[in-house]
């Protein structure tokens, strides 16, 4: 079979895994493409490679790619999102004895009580001169603007009451243990491995936070991917038949020990079966606790494109003052997002694609069944821990509700 060489762009993180199976189990030369993985260590990078035709398509922060085409720091590329790579997945990570005055250490508990534990500790930092400092991935990312909707939502300003700072993900560990950062928001294995090193305690995850919340993406080029719908199409159904290997419990040591590989993770196979098994160990000589729906690879339309979710991080963006609300930059940042080639691409595989492209995100309680253009779809609760709900055509009035 002749095979289209094809390049994908990643870093270091377990969300990297359907690349990396759609490659390793066979998935993308089944379609017909010849896939080669190129692992960096900072999302700039993994950008540029992107931008600059390095690499054909990139594991990418949901907001980035927005970012990118609205020309937010850069001039502006438009880039699109036809496929998800993941919801949730990442952890707030603090350094221990901090840990022990907002939490029990050791075991998840209530996100709100730990927030408000959290803001009194942060007052008194900040009164003293030395405002807590938490490191993100990157401005525009996912982990950015997770962390902030939390510590607003829990009374803490994240402009003024503390220092968010930007630290490469393979980093964030050394960094906490240098005593440059006193938490990190960031993906597994990660905050494992700060965990496992004595240097962090996980005291909350990002799925308490917002339950399926958007995270990293499949990214391309606008152009490429119009260009060659065809080859975007194989490429969707090779990482779509990945993401039904990884929720298969019965190969998780396999997708454990190829992740760990060192052209991959180049790390420990036990804290990635952790990751991918929904068992974190939340500090150091802990028991694993089960988390349930700690990260989606695969299941409920996880790799669905909602429009509503680019809306969302769009939302963030001007909460945080990234970006100025603007009617143009709104629809351009919800056409990144292409369920349109999502359905086109996985039709053929009968699988159940939701006749929706947006909705009411937090909206949904407890499960529900969704109208589909085929199959079956029932999706679970993907609440907020503070309750709100996100209509996509209200941005002005979601906005008002974050005004001082």
């Known amino acids: 079979m002749t095979t289209t060489p094809f390049r994908i762009g990643f870093l270091p993180l377990v969300d990297a895994a359907l690349p990396i199976l759609a490659r ?8 017909g ?3 080669e993985l190129v692992r960096d260590m900072s999302w700039a990078t993994v950008n540029d490679r992107l931008l600059y035709g390095h690499s054909d398509a990139a594991h990418l922060l949901a907001p ?18 036809p496929f998800v790579l993941g919801l949730n997945g990442n952890a707030i990570t603090l350094r221990p004895d901090l840990a022990t005055q907002v939490t029990a250490v050791g ?10 534990r959290l803001a009194e500790v942060a007052q008194a930092a900040r009164e003293r001169g030395t405002p807590l400092r938490f490191g993100v991935v990157h401005r525009y990312s996912s982990h950015n603007y997770m962390l902030r909707y939390w510590l607003i939502g829990c009374g803490i ?8 700072v930007t630290v490469a993900p393979p980093f964030a560990a050394d960094a906490l243990a240098a005593g440059e950062i006193d938490g990190i928001c960031v993906g ?9 090193r004595g240097v962090g305690v996980i005291v909350a995850v990002t799925s308490q936070i917002w339950l399926r919340g958007v995270e990293k993406v499949l990214a391309m080029r606008t152009a490429r991917m119009e260009e060659e719908s065809d080859l975007t199409h194989r490429l969707l159904r090779a990482l779509y038949r990945a993401g039904v290997a990884f929720v298969d419990p019965a190969r998780r040591e396999e997708i454990a020990a190829i992740l760990a590989g060192p052209d991959y993770l180049d790390g420990s196979a036990t804290l990635i079966g952790h990751a991918i098994s929904d068992r974190i160990v939340f500090a150091q000589g802990a028991a694993p606790i089960d988390v349930p729906d700690f990260m989606f690879q695969h299941r409920e339309a996880a790799n669905f494109p909602w429009v509503s979710q680019a809306a969302w991080l769009y939302a963030q963006m001007c909460i945080a003052g990234h970006a100025a609300p603007n009617p143009a ?10 369920p349109d080639v999502y359905r086109a691409a996985l039709r053929p595989l009968g699988v ?12 949904i309680v407890e499960a529900l069944g969704v109208g589909t253009t085929q199959g079956r779809l029932i999706m679970g609760a993907d609440r907020f821990f503070d309750a709100r709900s996100f209509d996509p055509a209200d941005l002005a009035g979601y906005l008002g509700g974050f005004e001082a």
Do not use: C, H, M
């Open 107 to 116: 075991a998840p508990g209530d996100v709100a009580a730990i927030g408000a």
């Open 64 to 81: 980035l790619a927005i970012a990118t085409t609205l020309g937010l720091g850069r001039p502006a590329t438009p880039l699109s999102v």
């Open 33 to 35: 493409i010849a896939l």
């Open 329 to 338: 930059d709104y629809d351009a940042a919800q056409r990144v997002f292409r």
């Open 188 to 196: 597994e294995p990660w905050n494992s491995v700060a965990v496992d």
């Open 24 to 31: 390793e189990l066979g998935f993308a030369e089944a379609e």
């Open 157 to 164: 300003d994240p402009d003024r009451d503390v220092a968010i």
């Open 352 to 363: 159940p694609l939701p006749g929706a492209s947006s909705k009411l995100e937090g909206g």
